[in-house]
């Protein structure tokens, strides 16, 4: 997703631009409310939970937008890890449940209960370690409306410019429970998805994966039917309106054709074509750079929403209303599709390491105004990150945290630093390692191996330790000091320097007096020289009237108390 701060600036803005006509909205933003339990996404997990696998989801959603409401029958395949008497399924209570079959065979309404928006399901007997079982859930009624999607989460009830609906969901927040019965953790993404979306006449209901096809009803109404491998569970996402769509079939420099799909309001048909002409070099982009497009055997799709944009696995949601910025590309559009490497392909297992998919994600925009224009373009870009850092919590907990307790500043998390500092914080690994090993490790936590071809790795789960594991394989380095400082702590590492006569020190200042020997270039007279700073210090002798400038290509992010005076001018202080 977004980070709130950058876009917080333009929501106001964006929201006039979009002008949601005043749709006949029945439903009010935020209601129905929600639990506390249906809020959390992620955390810690009963372990009867944590034992399930979802094998295969297959989900049937009528979406009726006159009423606001939705109907679903979902066919979940678990597999257990461990015994298990009864079923834990994460269901918003809003959405009651009718009936329930497990293999076929249809439960008693006593079986179950969801009073708070945990469905828990006796089992007609234990299942134990090892074993398959099938759930048949029937539900429906009114799905929670989302306020100001994606910063909160839920449907999306909007209008085309001639009224018609326009529709879309989002859920990395509050999670997959807002509109089907799923496992609502990192964890829970099921190995495959068939998902059919049945809608009114006219309307196209657009998702992850490879339509399998297009049903029409006796009334009119088209079934849309999705099959995806291992989508993230807020990855299954419903966006809805009558679509136009731009295709192409892309040649991939690693031999595969991708499909490129581009679906945009009717009243975008100017636009449109202008945005889907930066599908084919951003590609190339992450592909050169990164490594093979994850999911090339699907598509790579992206569809015009409502709201700003969210990294819906080959069907990204994009919201940024085709606004021109001076590096020449749409950033939404590419940090969206970013999250295909740094999210889809590589998820976070727990969302303490959020920052793998944002810090990345991030740091993706610059790297590709880099790759275009070079590094006056990129140091452009990063010094309009560095201005949003704001060092109040430190990136990683060590704690197993739920979505909002890392992206709610108000939660005590680290919020946008996991985006702009993330992205800073590769900025200086990059500059310290160089390009070769950081390319190297980046490929190695995206794809599990240091050589991905299309066929030859799957998603995967990674982790903060896993990372620094890689880069002090791929070093041969123990780099554990420098990550103890950037993610382990909130407070930035200090540079000072103090000269005396012909004598220049330089000593890093870390919090909590943790060791910090990071090299640092220095300017002397218009000449530049890398330090070594074993121990965090080094003293060079340096003629007493030379003009001295440290790190003066800003390699390294490093306290700056111009900035801490600017921000805290900001804050009104
Ligand atoms: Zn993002």
Redesign the pocket.
């Known amino acids: ?3 709130a701060i950058r876009t917080s600036l333009l929501l106001a803005a964006s929201l006039t631009a979009f002008a949601f006509p005043a749709a006949a909205s029945q439903v009010k933003p935020g209601e129905p409310p929600i639990t506390a339990q249906t809020k959390l996404s992620g955390g810690e997990r009963p372990p009867e939970q944590a034992a399930l696998t979802l094998e295969h989801v297959d989900l049937a959603i009528e979406v009726r937008p006159e009423e606001e409401q939705i109907s679903g029958i979902a066919t979940l395949t678990l597999s257990t890890a461990a015994p298990i008497e009864r079923l834990l399924i994460d269901l918003d209570k809003n959405l009651p449940v009718r009936a329930i079959a497990i293999d076929g065979q249809p439960l008693d309404d006593s079986a179950w209960s969801n009073p708070e928006g945990q469905l828990a399901i006796r089992l007609p007997q234990p299942l134990p370690a090892g074993a398959r079982v099938t759930a048949k859930i029937s539900y429906g009624g009114t799905p929670h409306v989302a306020v100001r999607a994606p910063w909160d989460d839920g449907f999306v009830w909007a209008k085309t410019a001639d009224g018609r609906p326009w529709i879309a969901t989002t859920s990395e927040g509050y999670g997959c429970d807002l509109f089907w019965p799923c496992l609502d953790f990192p964890k829970g993404e099921p190995k495959l998805v068939d998902l059919h979306v049945t809608v009114p006449k006219g309307l196209k209901a657009i998702s992850g994966g490879v339509l399998k096809g297009v049903d029409t009803l006796a009334d009119g109404r088209t079934t849309w039917s999705w099959q995806q491998k291992s989508p993230n569970p807020y990855s299954v996402a419903l966006q809805i309106a009558p679509y136009e769509e731009l295709s192409a079939s892309y040649a991939s420099r690693f031999g595969n054709r991708i499909p490129l799909f581009f679906w945009y309001l009717p009243e975008k048909k100017d636009k449109a074509p202008g945005l889907f002409a930066e599908f084919a070099p951003t590609l190339d982009f992450f592909e050169s750079v990164i490594g093979p497009y994850p999911f090339g055997d699907e598509k790579l799709g992206v569809v015009e929403t409502p709201h700003l ?3 819906h696995q080959t069907a990204n949601a994009y919201g940024n209303d085709y606004k021109k910025a001076p590096e020449g590309f749409d950033w939404l559009f590419q ?2 599709l ?2 295909e490497w740094f ?1 889809n392909q590589l998820t976070a297992a727990n969302w303490d390491d959020y920052w793998l ?2 810090g990345y ?2 740091y993706m925009q610059p790297l590709y105004g880099r790759w275009r224009e070079g590094e006056a373009r990129y140091a452009a870009m990063m010094e309009e990150q560095r201005r949003r850092i704001t060092n109040k919590a430190p990136i990683v907990s060590g704690k197993v945290r739920t979505e909002e307790q890392v992206y709610e500043e108000s939660l005590g998390g680290p919020s946008g630093d996991i ?1 702009y500092k993330g992205a800073w914080v590769l900025h200086t690994l990059r500059n310290t390692i160089g390009d070769a090993a950081f390319f190297d490790v980046t490929r190695r936590i995206v794809y599990g191996r240091p050589d991905p071809k299309p066929g030859n790795f799957a998603p995967r789960y990674g982790s903060t330790d896993e990372y620094i594991r890689l880069v002090n394989q791929v070093t041969g380095k123990d780099y554990g000091w420098f990550f103890d400082v950037y993610l382990r702590e909130a407070a930035l590492p200090d540079l000072v320097q103090t000269r005396t006569g012909n004598q220049l020190t330089l000593s890093w200042r870390a919090p909590n007096g943790k060791p910090f020997p990071l090299p640092v270039e220095v300017e002397v007279d218009g000449k530049i020289q890398r330090v070594e700073m074993p121990g965090g210090t080094a003293t060079l002798t340096v003629p007493a009237a030379a003009h001295v400038v440290l790190d003066p290509w800003a390699k390294l992010l490093r306290r700056s108390p111009a900035l801490e005076a600017v921000q805290a001018q900001t804050r009104g202080e």
């Open positions: 997703m977004e980070s944009g969210m990294e940090h969206e970013s999250h999210g998919h944002e994600g991030e985006y």
